[in-house]
């Protein structure tokens, strides 16, 4: 891919997605979120989830669809919103990513307050969220072929949803967190040592660009052993998927133990 004018991608952030009162991203986020984006067309990682400003998704919707005029985009993704929330998604690896949830014994972290300590749970104990997963890999098979423009647009309604599980299985992450509904959104991770694990990669496409965040996640320190080969494969699918593209370079996995006062997801 040839080069994209940064000061390009910059103009088009700030015009559409600082509309009315709502704060323009700053230079640094525009060129972010342009390549986190661009890493989701590749199938690097199967969505983003919009949360620099209050920009609303009809601007998103307007921003994703310039992006594509700009020949950023190889490939059509969807803005798929749920609650308050704005997804910008790749159809094809969200499904995947939901399928294999499904289909294999993925494991989660139960992180609920009324626990002394986080505790590893399979996704039969977890309620409704294989009907909510069902419910959205269906919503998305069901989208019609779209060209590039313009930019789908679909909304799930989500009450009574427990979104942040949901939304570590949309953004890809190996082992989501789950909390019980009932117990609001407090969690068991205050003072708990947590590895964090930081994966970022470089744009070779657009010179000067800081290494962008492809993912950022953790796991309690105390159940990495059990999880570890888990995380092993994870990470070894994302450097497959990584070799097959030549748009991003430099992709660097790294980790590190932390333990907060607070945990806020």
């Given at each position: 891919?040839?080069?994209?004018?940064?000061?390009?991608?910059?103009?088009?952030?700030?015009?559409?997605?600082?509309?009315?009162?709502?704060?323009?991203?700053?230079?640094?986020?525009?060129?972010?979120?342009?390549?986190?984006?661009?890493?989701?067309?590749?199938?690097?990682?199967?969505?983003?989830?919009?949360?620099?400003?209050?920009?609303?998704?009809?601007?998103?919707?307007?921003?994703?669809?310039?992006?594509?005029?700009?020949?950023?985009?190889?490939?059509?993704?969807?803005?798929?919103?749920?609650?308050?929330?704005?997804?910008?998604?790749?159809?094809?690896?969200?499904?995947?990513?939901?399928?294999?949830?499904?289909?294999?014994?993925?494991?989660?972290?139960?992180?609920?307050?009324?626990?002394?300590?986080?505790?590893?749970?399979?996704?039969?104990?977890?309620?409704?969220?294989?009907?909510?997963?069902?419910?959205?890999?269906?919503?998305?098979?069901?989208?019609?072929?779209?060209?590039?423009?313009?930019?789908?647009?679909?909304?799930?309604?989500?009450?009574?949803?427990?979104?942040?599980?949901?939304?570590?299985?949309?953004?890809?992450?190996?082992?989501?967190?789950?909390?019980?509904?009932?117990?609001?959104?407090?969690?068991?991770?205050?003072?708990?040592?947590?590895?964090?694990?930081?994966?970022?990669?470089?744009?070779?496409?657009?010179?000067?660009?800081?290494?962008?965040?492809?993912?950022?996640?953790?796991?309690?320190?105390?159940?990495?052993?059990?999880?570890?080969?888990?995380?092993?494969?994870?990470?070894?699918?994302?450097?497959?998927?990584?070799?097959?593209?030549?748009?991003?370079?430099?992709?660097?996995?790294?980790?590190?133990?932390?333990?907060?006062?607070?945990v806020v997801l």
């Amino acid at each position: 891919m040839s080069e994209v004018n940064p000061q390009a991608l910059v103009a088009v952030a700030q015009k559409i997605l600082g509309v009315g009162k709502r704060r323009s991203p700053p230079q640094p986020v525009c060129l972010h979120l342009a390549g986190e984006i661009r890493a989701v067309a590749r199938g690097l990682k199967p969505a983003v989830l919009y949360d620099y400003n209050a920009a609303g998704v009809d601007q998103v919707q307007r921003y994703v669809g310039e992006l594509q005029r700009l020949g950023l985009l190889p490939q059509a993704l969807h803005i798929l919103e749920l609650g308050e929330n704005i997804l910008i998604v790749n159809p094809r690896q969200v499904c995947q990513q939901i399928q294999r949830v499904l289909l294999s014994s993925m494991t989660f972290v139960d992180i609920s307050s009324f626990r002394s300590h986080p505790a590893l749970c399979p996704l039969e104990e977890l309620g409704d969220l294989k009907d909510h997963l069902t419910e959205i890999m269906t919503h998305l098979q069901n989208l019609e072929e779209n060209p590039l423009f313009p930019v789908s647009h679909s909304e799930l309604s989500s009450v009574d949803w427990n979104l942040c599980t949901v939304f570590g299985i949309l953004l890809g992450y190996p082992v989501p967190y789950f909390f019980h509904p009932d117990q609001g959104d407090s969690n068991c991770l205050s003072l708990i040592p947590l590895r964090v694990f930081t994966i970022r990669i470089s744009c070779c496409w657009l010179t000067g660009l800081p290494q962008i965040l492809l993912y950022s996640f953790s796991v309690p320190e105390s159940l990495y052993p059990a999880l570890k080969d888990m995380l092993d494969m994870w990470g070894e699918d994302l450097r497959a998927r990584y070799g097959t593209q030549g748009d991003f370079t430099e992709l660097t996995i790294s980790s590190e133990v932390v333990t907060l006062p607070s945990v806020v997801l």
